[in-house]
C-alpha cells in the first residue's frame, strides 16, 4: 500500500456562454490551486460552456484527440505540472444529434491517461423546473477508466452517477473519487452532501467533488459546494457558492487508520 500523502484542489465555477471567458476562469482556479501546492485538480463538469438551450453544445463538439478545449486541457496540466481531470466537455458521438458529455484526465506532461463518457444522465421535472439531458447527451457504452496516482487507485464520476453506489462499487477498490458535477440547487440542497459522504464512507476512501456554484448567464442556478471528504466521511474542505476552490491533503495514515478500525471492506460478501 502506498504510504505517500497528496494535495488535491477542486476548482469551482460558474460557467457562461462563452467559452473563451470559461477556459479563462478555469486556468485562474488551475493556476489557484496549483499555487497552493495540489498535485491534483479537478474542474467541474460543464466547465468549458453552460448554454441557453441543451443542444447549444452540439456546435461545439470536438473530434476525441483534437480540438481546442483538449488542448487547453492538456496544456494546462503540463504548465503546471498536475494530473488535471477536466471537467466535462462536449465530443462527438455516433449519433448526430448528441454529443458524449466526457470526462477526460490528463498527466503532468500533458498525456490523455483516462476517459469517461457519462452513462446516467440526469432528468428531472418539478412544477416548472424541468431537465433531460438525453435531449442531446448519448449515454457513454464503457466503465470510466480507472487510473493510477503515486497515491493510488483513482475512479471517476459525473454528477447524477453520485446516486448510484453500485456505478463505483463496479469500479473495485480504489484510494479516491473524483466527480465533476452541476448539480442544480434544488436537488444540491437536500442530497449533495449526504450522496458524497455515503460515498467516502461506504467505500472507506476519498472523495473530491468540483461542482458549479453560483446562477449562470443562462438564467440556471447551481448548488456548488465543492468539498473533499475523507474516508471517514469527515469533510476537510468546502466552498458554498461562486467562483474558488476547496483543497486539502489525501492523508495515506488516515486512510489506512479507518480501513484497520473498521474493515468494512473486507467483510462484504456480495
Known amino acids: ?90 465530443l462527438r458521438s455516433p449519433d448526430a444529434h448528441r454529443i458524449y458529455n466526457a470526462c477526460l484526465v490528463y498527466g503532468p506532461q500533458g498525456d490523455l491517461c483516462a476517459r469517461y463518457d457519462k452513462i446516467h444522465l440526469f432528468g428531472f421535472q418539478k412544477g416548472a423546473e424541468s431537465y433531460d439531458e438525453s435531449v442531446a447527451i448519448r449515454p457513454g457504452d464503457a466503465p470510466p477508466q480507472v487510473f493510477e496516482l503515486p497515491f493510488g487507485r483513482v475512479a471517476l464520476g459525473i454528477c447524477y452517477d453520485l446516486r448510484f453506489p453500485e456505478f463505483f462499487r463496479a469500479q473495485g477498490e480504489v484510494r479516491l473519487m473524483v466527480l465533476p458535477a452541476a448539480f442544480t440547487y434544488t436537488t444540491g440542497s437536500v442530497h449533495w452532501e449526504v450522496l458524497l459522504r455515503a460515498r467516502a464512507i461506504e467505500n472507506q476512501c476519498y472523495v473530491l467533488a468540483s461542482a458549479q456554484g453560483g446562477v449562470h448567464e443562462n438564467g440556471r442556478r447551481t448548488w456548488g459546494h465543492s468539498m473533499l471528504i475523507d474516508p471517514w466521511g469527515d469533510v476537510l474542505s468546502r466552498l458554498p457558492e461562486g467562483p474558488g476552490i476547496a483543497a486539502g491533503v489525501l492523508d495515506a495514515a488516515r486512510l489506512a487508520s479507518v480501513r484497520q478500525s473498521l474493515p468494512a471492506l473486507r467483510h462484504r460478501v456480495m
Not at 491534483?40 to 447549444?56: K, N, S, T, V, W
Open 1 to 90: 500500500m502506498q504510504d505517500i500523502s497528496l494535495s488535491v484542489a477542486a476548482v469551482q465555477m460558474v460557467s457562461g456562454l462563452s467559452v473563451q471567458d470559461n477556459l479563462q476562469q478555469a486556468a485562474h482556479g488551475i493556476a489557484q490551486a496549483a499555487q497552493g501546492g495540489a498535485r491534483l485538480i479537478a474542474l467541474p463538469e460543464y466547465f468549458c460552456f453552460m448554454g441557453r438551450h441543451d443542444q447549444d453544445k452540439l456546435a461545439l463538439a470536438e473530434t476525441p484527440g483534437d480540438g481546442p478545449i483538449q488542448d487547453f486541457l492538456a496544456q494546462q496540466a503540463q504548465q503546471h505540472g498536475v494530473w488535471l481531470v477536466g471537467g466535462t466537455l462536449p
